[in-house]
Structures are given as structure tokens and as C-alpha cells.
């Protein structure tokens, strides 16, 4: 049995982050979109505006935390307190799983605000399949990582992301947040295969897909998550989705947020890939 299948893992079909700019109007004409994710630091305070919409926001959709802190490959102790939030807010949501991302945020107590990379090594996989098995145990729900976009390696490290991360979740029996995105970036800012990569990719661990835009620097592309997905993009995912089936998908969009119409026409149209791989009717349900 699958992990999907283990953890009773629902597609819930192409939702949009809950950001700023649109949080007024999703919350007063409740348009139609499949779900939201929220970014979990920014619910974990008690009460106030922010807990305030997180409850209207799920009342009316399926609600997915991500956090940006949990920093599991760092060497700081887990943080009791922030699992406990975390937690927290994965019962008040309901949600089915939650996700993080395979990265260090700090050091000794010094917080970075950046997803930082790790070295692709023995030592680092094990020290990393034990700190989820841990968040695991005190979240008791399905915990997902996300692969990041990298800009640069380390000479130390002795085996390719992709191997890494395959690895990583099937050991730390874990969920796989898989960004295309991300793929796609750091394939390109390494001279990867970006398919290889996916095929690599245990499918029946990805509980969630992630699209978003990217920028051409020149000599490197920056994942910014500030424009409309690229064509090659769409192709990965097409790819990907024909090895995981029917799976919940993200368009992510974090910096020059569009208005609501745009970013909703950009779920549409993942919407409408997902339709044509998956061989379903324009309009079926997700």
C-alpha cells in the first residue's frame, strides 16, 4: 500500500496561496477555487485578525499549512514550541497533511529568513530522517518536504538532490512536496535533467505539486515565484502528472501578486492540464 493510499491523502484538485492582496475578496465573494495554502508561522499566534480569517477561510475551504521555519536540516534542536503550534494549527484546519521545506534556516539560535541548502551526504540524510520522524511523532499527521531551488553545491556532497530526497522520504516514511518549479531552476542552474529527476521521484510519496513563475537572470534563474508559469514548466508538470495520477496542485505566487482574476485564470489553466493528462471532461470535478 501507497502512502497516499496509507494516509487516506485526498486530492484536493489546483488551489492558490491565501496572500494579502486577495484576502478581502476571497473572504467576501468566496469565488470558486479547490483549496488554499496558508503559510503557518503567520497563524500561529492566538487570536487576532490573522486567526480571525484562517477560521472564515476554512469554513468555506480545505486548508493546507506550509511553513518557511521549521528548519529541519539545521543542527539546532527541533523546536518544542513550534511544533506545538504547529500542530495546533493542523487540527484547527483540518488539513490533510502538512509541509516544509528540505533546508537549514539558521544556526546556533541565529535565524536567516532563508531557505538554505544542504550537503547532499550520508551524514546529512540521517540526521535529516531523524528529525522528521520526530516532527512526524509529535504532529501525528502526514508531514511532507518540499525540494528547493539552489543556486549553488557543495563539494562535500557525495550523491545528486535527486537521489537525496528519493531516499530521504522513503526512509523517513514522509510525504514529497513536489515543486516543478524548483525542478526546473535548479536543473537548469546545475545542468541537470529535469525529467530524470522526476522519474526519480517515488510517486506514490508526492502528495502535493507546486507551478509558479521564475526569473532569467542571465547566468542563473531565480526562483521568485512573481509571474505566470513558463511553458517548460507546464511540461514538466505534464510529465510528473502522468507518473502520480490525480494529485493536488499549487500555483504558487508570492511576489507582484496579480489581481485575484489573474492568479485564478492561472489555476484554471492548471486546471486544465490536469483535465487533459489525467482524461478528464472539461468542468468534471477535481
Known amino acids: ?144 518536504l518540499e525540494n528547493p531551488s539552489t543556486y549553488l553545491a557543495f563539494r562535500e556532497s557525495s550523491m545528486p538532490e535527486h537521489e537525496f530526497l528519493a531516499e530521504l522520504v522513503e526512509r523517513a516514511d514522509c510525504g514529497l512536496l513536489l515543486d516543478v518549479n524548483n525542478v526546473f531552476v535548479s536543473a537548469h542552474n546545475h545542468g541537470f535533467d529535469a525529467r530524470a529527476y522526476l522519474d526519480a521521484m517515488p510517486a506514490d510519496r508526492v502528495v502535493q505539486m507546486r507551478l509558479a513563475g521564475h526569473t532569467d537572470r542571465g547566468a542563473y534563474l531565480l526562483d521568485t515565484h512573481s509571474d505566470h508559469v513558463k511553458d517548460e514548466v507546464w511540461a514538466l508538470y505534464e510529465h510528473a502528472l502522468r507518473r502520480t495520477g490525480p494529485t493536488s496542485t499549487l500555483i504558487e505566487w508570492d511576489q507582484d501578486i496579480p489581481a485575484w482574476e489573474v492568479l485564478a485564470e492561472e489555476a484554471g489553466k492548471a486546471r486544465r492540464v490536469r483535465d487533459g493528462v489525467l482524461g478528464r471532461r472539461e468542468g468534471a470535478a477535481a
Open 1 to 144: 500500500m501507497g502512502f497516499r493510499e496509507r494516509h487516506s491523502i485526498p486530492d484536493l484538485g489546483v488551489g492558490v496561496g491565501f496572500r494579502t492582496p486577495h484576502v478581502r475578496q476571497v473572504l467576501r465573494d468566496r469565488p470558486a477555487m479547490d483549496w488554499f495554502e496558508v503559510i503557518s508561522e503567520n497563524y500561529f499566534a492566538e487570536g487576532g485578525i490573522q486567526r480571525a480569517n484562517l477560521e472564515a477561510l476554512s469554513s468555506g475551504y480545505p486548508v493546507v499549512p506550509h511553513g518557511v521555519s521549521l528548519s529541519i536540516g539545521g543542527t539546532d534542536p527541533l523546536d518544542s514550541d513550534y511544533l506545538a503550534r504547529l500542530r495546533a494549527l493542523v487540527e484547527r484546519t483540518g488539513a490533510p497533511w502538512c509541509s516544509d521545506h528540505l533546508c537549514f534556516t539558521g544556526v546556533g539560535g541565529v535565524d536567516t529568513h532563508d531557505l538554505l541548502p544542504l550537503p547532499m551526504t550520508r551524514d546529512s540524510l540521517e540526521h535529516v530522517v531523524e528529525r522528521i520522524k520526530r516532527v512526524q511523532g509529535s504532529l501525528e499527521r502526514p508531514f511532507a
